[in-house]
Nanobody
Framework: QVQLVESGGGLVQPGGSLRLSCAAS????????VGWYRQAPGKERELVALITSGGSRNYADSVKGRFTISRASAKNTVTVYLQMNSLKPEDTAVYYC?????????WGQGTQVTVSS
């Protein structure tokens, strides 16, 4: 059974920064595009950023220039990061990682990000 574990969320003031992490076995992430998604209360889950196995990146317009997605490999583990700067209240959501396209059976618990003064 695949388990993706997201971490790094928390409460931060507007303008602050957080770095999210998502670790998975290499077979899950190594050869695939990986995305960070988020779901705000009462809204659909949306794709925020993605990174291909070759390192190409794409971002939602709402986070472009503020968020950076990256990936690192070590032994049999691939970790995908989301560096979030200049956070805004509208970034408040539960953040998830998954392959892109997402696999239904890979959704984890997510990590809560709250941007508030």
């Amino acid at each position: 059974q695949v388990q993706l574990v997201e971490s790094g969320g928390g409460l931060v003031q507007p303008g602050g920064s957080l770095r999210l992490s998502c670790a998975a076995s290499g077979s899950i992430f190594s050869y695939y595009t990986v995305g960070w998604y988020r779901q705000a209360p009462g809204k659909e889950r949306e794709l925020v950023a993605l990174i291909t196995s070759g390192g190409s990146r794409n971002y939602a317009d709402s986070v472009k220039g503020r968020f950076t997605i990256s990936r690192a490999s070590a032994k049999n583990t691939v970790t995908v990061y989301l560096q979030m700067n200049s956070l805004k209240p509208e970034d408040t959501a539960v953040y998830y990682c998954n392959n892109y396209p997402a696999r239904t059976d890979y959704w984890g618990q997510g990590t809560q990000v709250t941007v508030s003064s």
